[in-house]
């Protein structure tokens, strides 16, 4: 619940059109959803926010939510969760993420979106080094 209201903030900042703003409300709802699944261990919801692609490779919720605990571990269990900028890049849709774990190590994820009929997806996440931050 605490990254809702980062959310929300975001949200309401530094947006242009109102297509935009959809586009960006959706994207995160859609990340900060699965977050949520993940803090109740409830992998079988997280596992719904996933791309097809995503889900073919991990073939069961189990199998994705033992990754993200393992490869994870500040996504299953974040103490602090903000959005940066969402970006077009290189033909991609990428939402950074930033995200403190419960040590106070910073974290800058990069989730890839995509959108399919039934909504925005997650279709992959990597991490990237939270330079500068504290």
């Avoid at 949200?11 to 297509?19: E, I, R």
């Avoid at 926010?49 to 073919?56: G, L, M």
């Avoid at 299953?76 to 290189?90: C, I, K, S, Y």
């Amino acid at each position: 619940m605490r990254f809702i209201f980062a959310a929300l903030v975001a949200l309401f900042t530094g947006l242009s059109t109102p297509q935009a703003m959809a586009q960006e409300s959706d994207v995160r709802a859609v990340i900060a959803a699965q977050i949520e699944a993940f803090e109740a261990d409830d992998f079988e919801q997280a596992f719904t926010y996933a791309s097809p692609t995503i889900r073919q490779v991990f073939r069961t919720p189990e199998n994705f939510g033992v990754m993200v605990q393992r490869g994870f571990p500040m996504v299953w269990r974040p103490a602090d969760v903000r959005f940066l900028e969402l970006e077009n890049r290189d033909g991609a849709l990428w939402q950074d993420v930033m995200v403190r774990d419960v040590a106070g190590d910073v974290f800058i994820l990069e989730y890839e979106m995509i959108e399919l009929d039934a909504g925005w997806k997650i279709n992959g996440v990597r991490i990237r080094p939270a330079v500068g931050t504290a």
